[in-house]
């Protein structure tokens, strides 16, 4: 599978590409919360096929930004403001869940590298609220 990412807000493809390495090398060897928590199948991804292009030139890119502004959005406290979900919240009907589930955590939404990875720990109360409505249990948060 190819991925193409968004050129717009500063990720780039061969910080992706060392993203998608690091990945690969932690499903590998079976360690972490990535592990416990679902799996990437890497052998369908051509991780040198990973390339960035301006979202003016693929709608499904700027499909992508939107989500991801809207999720950005909705925990970021230092550049955009104060935090607002809602845009978040009103993809909630389209963002896939897990068969039987009504609640998209751990599948449509997922948190990578995950929630014990220590890049959590000094989150704002406000932050949380996308990840409550999006489903993830109160145990998860148990750290936070």
Known sequence: MKIEISQRGGVRYVGMRAY???LKQTFDANVGALSQHGSVDFRV?????IQDFSHRSRLGLRMADWT???FFKAIDIHQTGA????????LGPRIARASGQSLPA?????LMPG???GHLKNVDPI???IF???GYPREWRSNW
């Open 115 to 117: 929630w014990n990875s």
């Open 45 to 49: 991804i051509s991780i040198p096929l």
């Open 68 to 70: 991801a502004s809207a």
């Open 132 to 134: 409550r409505y999006y």
């Open 83 to 90: 935090c607002d979900a809602s845009f978040a919240k009103a």
């Open 20 to 22: 998608m390495e690091w």
């Open 127 to 129: 932050q949380l609220d």
């Open 106 to 110: 751990g599948y449509g939404v997922k």
